[in-house]
């Protein structure tokens, strides 16, 4: 289901004559001859309502029937109803599908609850096929008093479209589409499932037959995770407000997190929940930051706990908007309950009311406000109950409201406080009308005490006797809470309670010597008391969690635990970025000691980094270019003079070809020398081979013939290392000709186990090279897990590589807190004369706590070129853009998602670079020897016809085109991976890497030279004679290029 607010989208109309806007008619539409209650046509308003005053002492169902449309097999149509509900007692609007005869085939919505003033829109989208009516039905209580209309109604001859507005989202789950929400992501051990009945009640209609997204913990298991993830927004507003509603029922041990993922990077938790407050459904919201630029998705993520337990947890009705969400409590009601609740174990609701007797909005004069009306049909006792979103208040809050309590039948207005599921404590009541008239408001406020947990506060009224004649009202507007405020209790009669005793400030305890510190773990105040300064706000420091590269360059995870947060600043490939980025974060305030140390970890890649720490402006320690592929160490004496300073950690990212950045974790400041402060280790997930001790790596001894030698550029057989580039970086080697031997050798080498704390997917990376000698050495890794040696990963083909190729392979873990290791063993051949010593050597090993991504496959979404680089000539370069970029022709949407903020690789040209050539380069290696490279181009072409371009894939030194595009072409986008869609077919030979194969293309021979829109290139291999050997031939180094010349 569907939920516009606003203003419909036009859709186009499949039947003219049951489509109704009742502006002039009710466009064949009819009452049921049987109908206890009848709908009415209200010409001037251009609605069908129900009339009150039809009403009798018996319940009255009323139901009004479309004239029939048909359905075909395969087929889906949208209804879509623009209507209006009030009501403080029991009512129901329902829309059904009944057959041709008119008998009950579906009900496509039903709406129990009240709600406001407003109108909203509800589509639904019906797939059953053959000849239906819709019938929409109102069904209401005794002596029901309130407001139920529709306005129009519309079916269109196609499914039903989400809202996905630019900026955010609103989706209620109602269709079977779910608003393009992922259910998982790669390594997750559960998925999240769409349906109805758990809960209960949804939280969109308060209906069985409501849908939601959850998840039965019982079933799925324990030390599982899954994840349910939005698809891309793109942000409008620097600042993003996020609305949901969760419904946590059982144990209430699984732990539920929501978090932002943006330019491939997860932000700090914005909100996480372990605990229910009973069974019904609460608000939750978050305000963040965000990158304007960037598109972005929301996560939530759920790790159910250690033991199987029965507990559901869902989430319905998502709403993402631009800009800061309002405080939490506070609400005016002009369009809506805001987060508050209505309860369902209460006898009667409140009811939104623009005006109640004399008494109007206290807002505005002209908006909502929440009122109840004593007296028949509601009975001495009745309650109705209110409960705000969960609150978590450090110290005190002042919280505020206007009230108005006049006439019979009021016992009283409580406020109450509930912590957990039935703890319930009074902190204000006024008894009685308590107002001077009927018109006027009156303020209220009390002090609500902070605690270590989350809380709902609750408003109770309680209704007393009231004669048949003599009503009474109690309304309440202006929900306000200030926080850090303690206010006193208004009005003077109101009945002061004892308020909750604060609990304790918890202190740390701190090592001896050990003064402040940071781990950026804590979501309160991240940075631990640190501000950024930074000019630039697009380069402000960010906190990370997880993964900050792609291939296992850089962090793979915080230094602290391995599985928390730490801050980066970073900078994407740019060839137009001529100025040098700085972004600063400074410390508090600090004063003179006798000794001062400072200890932190680093991480620094790229040449154009830079890195510093100074005390009031004078820097004390720096570190420039590609540090290794590791956390590293700073322990610095801080030498100054002044009795009060301040400490600056300074990052500067220059334009580079390549991703820069620098992160930073685990600040340690010590009223120590330095001499006296240890440093403790990393958490080992990624190695560089920069340092002697290997990490911890161990040689294997046993029937080996060799060791693993730790080499660089001029000792070892590759004049370069991988971490750096440049031939004094290290690596690991195994060569035939080492020890003075020119013979086969065989090493294995143990890296250091590791605990894997949770079940899922861990991504092992690696790079390596496999060349020369009488047959190519083989690689192999192995996995030990409780005493048992299992195959891991095997390389033994005859296809060797000569440059560092990624090797890359999932591991599951289905074992919590398991205990696992790898070895990595090596074999060469004998030294050939006329291919030289074979080598084998590996370099930069990391961890990572996610599935691999697939070799080659990108969508370049979300600012994120995957594993391929971009090989710049002069300022000819591959871009990543959008369609929100400024082009002078070209595709104004991607292709993936098909609008203009979806990202896709771009070369543009005026004709000033003919000759050059840029390339698009990713090199991982695919590890199959059955298995078939499938590479889908989609190109955009536009430029004159003397210049062409060519797109090929070919092995380093040879080149030889697997395919190429040439034309009326000097723009051209890219994006590999995905399905072929084949749609002209044409065979084309090549020659693959010496042998007699053939290799097999597809390729789209249509052309439209003067339109900027999306073409498919397919390319596959099948090599027949040679098949594994053909296709590692081009790609083991895939290398897409693109060149411009003269014609």
């Known amino acids: ?129 053959g000849k239906h009516h819709f019938v929409v039905t109102g069904l209401v209580s005794p002596r029901w008093e309130g407001v139920m209309r529709f306005s129009s109604v519309s079916v269109t001859d196609a499914p039903c479209s989400e809202v996905v507005v630019p900026g955010g989202l609103a989706c209620d789950f109602e269709n079977p589409q779910q608003c393009g929400f992922h259910t998982s992501l790669p390594g997750d051990t559960a998925k999240w499932t769409w349906g109805s009945g758990t809960p209960s009640l949804d939280h969109t209609l308060d209906a069985m037959d409501g849908h939601s997204m959850f998840i039965a913990v019982n079933e799925v298991g324990s030390n599982q995770i899954a994840h349910l993830v939005t698809p891309s927004i793109m942000p409008l507003d620097e600042y993003l407000c ?6 946590i029922q059982g144990a209430q041990s699984s732990r539920l997190t929501m978090y932002l993922e943006q330019g491939g990077l997860n932000s700090l938790p914005l909100w996480t929940k372990q605990k229910s407050f009973g069974a019904e459904w609460r608000g939750a919201r978050a305000s963040t930051w965000v990158d304007v630029s960037q598109n972005l998705t929301v996560v939530f993520e759920l790790l159910t706990d250690t033991e199987i337990i029965f507990e559901n947890v869902a989430v319905d009705d998502v709403v993402i908007t631009p800009g800061s ?40 004069g002209n908006g909502y406000f929440l009122a109840l009306k004593t007296g028949p049909p509601a009975a001495p006792g009745d309650i109705a109950v209110l409960d705000s979103e969960p609150v978590t208040i450090a110290d005190v809050a002042c919280l505020s409201f206007w009230y108005n309590m006049w006439g019979s039948g009021i016992e009283h207005l409580n406020v109450q406080r509930q912590d957990g599921e039935t703890m319930l404590t009074s902190l204000w009541k006024v008894e009685g009308a308590s107002t001077h008239n009927e018109s006027e408001w009156q303020y209220a406020s009390l002090p609500v005490y902070g605690s270590s947990s989350e809380f709902l506060l609750r408003l109770q009224a309680v209704l007393s006797r009231a004669d048949e004649e003599d009503h009474g009202t109690i309304a309440v507007d202006d929900m306000v809470l200030v926080a850090s405020v303690e206010c006193a209790y208004e009005p003077p009669e109101a009945e002061i309670l004892p308020p909750t005793a604060r609990p304790p400030t918890p202190k740390p305890t701190p090592t001896p010597g050990f003064l402040q510190s940071c781990d950026f773990e804590d979501h309160s105040e991240p940075f631990c008391g640190w ?87 004078e820097e004390q320690w720096s570190r420039s270019g590609s540090q290794g592929n590791k956390w590293l160490p700073a322990k610095v004496v801080l030498d100054h003079s002044d009795a009060q300073w301040l400490l600056t950690l300074e990052s500067k990212l220059g334009a580079d070809h390549e991703d820069v950045y620098v992160a930073i974790d685990d600040f340690l400041y010590y009223d120590l020398s330095c001499e006296n402060v240890t440093v403790v280790g990393s958490s080992g997930r990624q190695c560089d081979l920069e340092e002697a001790d290997l990490c911890g790596w161990s040689q294997v001894t046993g029937d080996d013939e060799a060791d693993w030698q730790w080499v660089n550029g001029t000792t070892g057989g590759l004049a370069i290392d991988h971490t750096y580039g440049t031939e004094t970086g290290h690596f690991l080697q195994l060569a035939s000709s080492q020890n003075g031997v020119i013979e086969h050798q065989r090493a294995a080498i143990e890296i250091q186990p590791f605990l894997m704390d949770r ?73 050939d004369p006329d291919y030289g010593e074979s080598v084998v050597a590996v370099d930069d090993f990391s961890l990572t706590n996610s599935a691999c991504p697939r070799p080659g496959a990108c ?111 000097a723009r051209l986008g890219l994006r590999p991976g995905g399905n072929p869609r084949v749609l002209r077919k044409r065979r084309v030979r090549a020659r693959c890497g010496g042998r007699h194969g053939f290799l097999r293309r597809w390729l789209d021979r249509r052309r439209r030279p003067q339109h900027s829109d999306w073409r498919v290139r397919d390319a596959a291999s099948d090599c027949h004679s040679h098949g594994h050997a053909c296709y590692h031939a081009f790609a083991s180094h895939r290398h897409l290029r693109m060149r411009l010349r003269d014609q």
């Open 1 to 129: 289901m569907t939920k516009f607010d606003g203003n419909c989208p036009v859709l186009p109309t499949h039947n003219e004559d049951i489509s109704c806007d009742f502006s002039e008619d009710q466009c064949g539409w009819t009452n049921d001859p049987d109908n206890q209650i009848d709908w009415k046509y209200n010409a001037e308003a251009h609605e069908m309502w129900l009339d009150p005053a039809d009403v009798g002492d018996n319940y009255r169902v009323g139901s009004f029937r479309s004239p029939v449309v048909e359905v075909g097999d395969g087929d889906a149509l949208c209804f879509t109803m623009t209507w209006k509900k009030e009501d403080q007692v029991d009512a129901a609007l329902s829309v059904k599908l009944y057959s041709e005869s008119f008998i009950e085939e579906e009900t496509l919505m039903a709406i129990h609850d009240g709600f406001s003033g407003e109108y909203r829109n509800t589509s639904v989208e019906v797939t059953r096929a």
């Open 242 to 247: 996020i609305t949901f509603w969760i419904n």
């Open 325 to 364: 969400c309002p405080e939490p409590v506070t609400c005016n009601f002009d369009e809506d309950l805001c987060l508050w609740t209505q309860g369902h174990l209460d006898m009667v609701n409140w009811k939104l009311v623009d005006s109640q007797g004399d008494l109007h909005d206290h807002t505005s």
């Open 531 to 617: 501000t950024d300064i930074s000019a630039n706000e697009d380069y402000k420091w960010t906190i990370v969690k997880g993964a900050l590269g792609v291939e296992g360059i850089g962090p793979v995870s915080d230094h602290t635990t391995g599985s928390g947060h730490y801050a980066s600043v970073s900078r994407g490939p740019d060839m137009d970025q001529v100025n040098d980025e700085i972004s600063v974060l400074q410390s508090p305030e600090l004063r003179d000691r006798e000794d001062d140390c400072f200890l932190f970890w680093y991480f620094l890649w790229g040449q154009s980094t830079h890195l510093s720490l100074k005390i009031n402006g």
């Open 759 to 831: 079940m899922g997917d861990y991504c092992f990376q690696l790079y390596y090279t496999r060349f020369g000698g009488a047959y190519i050495g083989y690689l192999k890794v192995m996995v030990v897990f409780a005493g048992q040696v299992s195959p891991f990963i095997e390389l033994s083909d005859q296809i060797g590589v000569t440059e560092w190729t990624l090797l890359q392979q999932t591991y599951t873990n289905l074992v919590p807190n398991a205990t696992v290791g790898f070895f990595i063993e090596g074999e060469v051949g004998v030294t």
């Open 859 to 969: 969508a370049f979404e979300d600012a994120n070129l995957c594993s391929w680089h971009v090989e710049a000539s002069e300022d000819l370069a591959w871009q990543l853009t959008d369609g929100q970029e400024s082009h002078d022709h070209g595709p104004q949407t991607d292709h993936t998602t098909n609008t203009m903020t979806g990202g896709y690789m771009i070369v543009e040209d005026s004709g000033e670079h003919l000759g050059m050539s840029t390339a698009l380069r990713e090199r991982t290696d695919p590890r199959g020897r059955v298995r078939i490279l499938l590479l889908l181009l989609l190109l955009s072409q536009w430029g004159p016809r003397r210049q062409a371009e060519r797109v090929r894939a070919h092995r380093p030194g040879q080149g030889s085109p697997v395919g190429a595009v040439r034309g009326p072409r």
